[in-house]
């Protein structure tokens, strides 16, 4: 017997055909003998809609409020997943965040979850086999008894906190594809399903822009060593699995996976827009007063580079979301006097293309192989940085897919 937490996004849970689908899936662990929480999204679409009707009834609102109209959305699906069950003889209840509760912090429309009460559900698994259906989304504020929401796509968070509160087995989060690719397989058709994937390069593969799961879930499965499965929820429901391999890919400790290959995975983001400033004069105190500047404006800066100077001079690039390339620019050259440059350069058509795996803590040549390779394309680096476990480059948006590919196949990523 295991303790499983079931997760289902959106698309799983689009009409009642897809919610009593959910319900077989339920079921099938149910029979097997486990011990099942299942968390729900809001159905497709819903929550866009809730969040149109905010906006609608006043572009500036309360974001109490904003929190009380979109949470409804996986109010609806949890009772309604929850009738589906009790109808197919499964005994069912469902919970509201302010019911377990779970408790956040008070940052309406993007709260975090600081505690989670699992012990009515563990009571209920051991006294009456009861399924608990439970809203993902949303939580309560604890001094004000006020609904909360964790920000878009966070009902994955809600998933990885049941599991850790009721110390579960596995947290199976089922969506709309089957498990975490080597790269998106819309740009490389030969990409492939990974069966395991450590902790920390997932949250590179999210953070770069593959967006499977809500980042802030993976942060939180590997702080509480959560083991994660991501898994298809149109795999057939009924067919018997092998409870100790379920379809999908795990996302665990690294200790787990045996065969580590050097690099894991291709990410990139598009969402990037490099700023170079020419000339700077190289002393203490120049990047904080170009960089402070871009974080009183909330401004998020990423791959900063800097050269050694030569003549006390030097080059700064760094990138920006796209969405903040014009703002940035402004703000550079309104400081722009203070700090002594000569221009402030940029390029909003480029594309992050990194490179991640665990297994280059311990291999040399890694970067080497990704610069000849895309040389050998006619692929120009703007720049470079590098972690631990990743090698991020800035490149022309337009190589985008050439590149992604070139990079797939040159660490041995290509299926068949
Ligand atoms: N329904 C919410 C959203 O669309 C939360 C979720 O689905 O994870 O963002
Ligand atoms: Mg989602």
Redesign the pocket.
């Known amino acids: 017997m295991a303790r499983l937490v079931m997760k289902f996004?959106?698309t799983s849970v689009a009409d009642l055909e897809r919610i009593r689908n959910v319900a077989r899936h339920v079921k099938r662990e149910v029979d097997a003998g486990h011990e099942v929480a299942v968390v729900v999204?809001?159905m497709a679409g819903?929550?866009?809609q809730l969040v149109e009707w905010c906006r609608q009834a006043a572009a500036l609102h309360d974001a109490r409020e904003y929190d009380v109209v979109?949470a409804s959305?996986?109010q609806v699906t949890s009772g309604l997943l929850a009738i589906v069950l009790q109808e197919m003889g499964v005994t069912a209840r469902s919970w509201q965040g302010w019911q377990l509760p779970i408790y956040s912090d008070n940052a309406h429309g993007g709260a975090h979850i600081l505690e989670v009460n699992g012990a009515e559900l563990i009571k209920r698994f051991k006294e009456r086999r009861e399924v608990a259906v439970i809203s993902?989304?949303q939580g309560v504020h604890r001094e004000t008894g006020r609904i909360t929401?964790?920000?878009?796509?966070?009902?994955?968070t809600s998933a990885v906190a049941v599991a850790a509160a009721i110390h579960a087995d596995r947290c199976d989060i089922y969506t709309d594809v089957d498990g975490v690719y080597t790269t998106d397989p819309r740009i490389v058709p030969k990409a492939r399903r990974l069966e395991k994937i450590a902790y920390e390069e997932m949250l590179e593969m999210a953070s770069l822009g593959a967006k499977v799961l809500?980042v802030r879930s993976v942060e939180l499965a590997m702080q509480q060593k959560v083991r994660v499965n991501v898994r298809s929820s149109f795999d057939p429901p009924d067919a018997p699995e092998d409870g100790n391999h379920p379809a999908g890919t795990l996302i665990c400790d690294e200790e787990e996976i045996v065969e580590n290959q050097v690099v894991t995975g291709i990410a990139f983001s598009k969402d990037e827009a490099q700023l170079s400033i020419r000339r700077v004069a190289d002393k203490p105190g120049v990047a904080a007063a170009l960089f402070g500047p871009l974080a009183d404006a909330n401004i998020n800066v990423d791959m900063i580079v800097q050269n050694i100077s030569a003549d006390g001079r030097t080059d700064i690039t760094f990138t920006v979301p796209v969405a903040d390339y014009e703002r940035a620019r402004q703000v550079l050259e309104q400081v722009k006097g203070k700090v002594g440059f000569t221009a402030v350069e940029g390029a909003a058509d480029v594309v992050k293309v990194s490179i991640i795996g665990v297994g280059m803590r311990t291999h040399a040549g890694v970067a080497a192989t990704a610069f000849k390779a895309l040389a050998e394309r006619g692929i120009n680096i703007r720049a470079i940085s590098t972690s631990e476990i990743k090698i991020s480059l800035l490149i022309d948006a337009a190589y985008t897919e050439l590149a992604v590919r070139t990079l797939h196949s040159v660490y041995g990523l290509d299926n068949g």
């Open positions: 996004g959106g999204s809001a819903s929550t866009n979109v959305g996986e993902g989304f929401t964790l920000g878009r796509g966070g009902s994955d809500q």
